[in-house]
């Protein structure tokens, strides 16, 4: 089993920055690829980006060249680096693994989640 919880969140001005941090417990991130996931008030739930066993890393078009993601195995620890934040980044942000080797896109391909931390950007 893995368990994972989400922090960072905070409320940042339009243009700032922000880390969120995702850490495991009860199993490692050594064998997981691991996805943020946010959904805003009223909407659904979307792909943020995911990062592979080996540090391979998919963005959103939303949030590419702005958002970086990162592992650290050996905290069992995956990283968001948010820069140049808007309003529209406002949302709860999840994060997620799965056991697996591939690119993971969808949410339904997530086994494990966390309990989300609150983003609010203002403008």
């Known amino acids: 089993q893995v368990q994972l919880v989400e922090s960072g969140g905070g409320l940042v001005q339009a243009g700032g920055s922000l880390r969120l941090s995702c850490a495991a417990s009860g199993r490692t991130f050594s064998s997981y690829a691991v996805g943020w996931f946010r959904q805003a008030p009223g909407k659904e739930r979307e792909f943020v980006a995911t990062?592979?066993?080996?540090?391979?890393?998919v963005y959103a078009d939303s949030v590419k060249g702005r958002f970086t993601i990162s592992r650290d195995n050996a905290k069992n620890t995956v990283y968001l680096q948010m820069n140049s934040l808007k309003p529209d980044d406002t949302a709860v942000y999840y994060c997620?693994?799965?056991?697996?080797?591939?690119?993971?896109?969808?949410?339904?391909?997530?086994?494990?989640w966390g309990q989300g931390t609150q983003l609010t950007v203002s403008s």
């Open positions: 990062i592979t066993w080996n540090s391979g890393t």
């Open positions: 997620a693994a799965r056991y697996g080797s591939n690119v993971y896109v969808a949410s339904t391909e997530y086994r494990y």
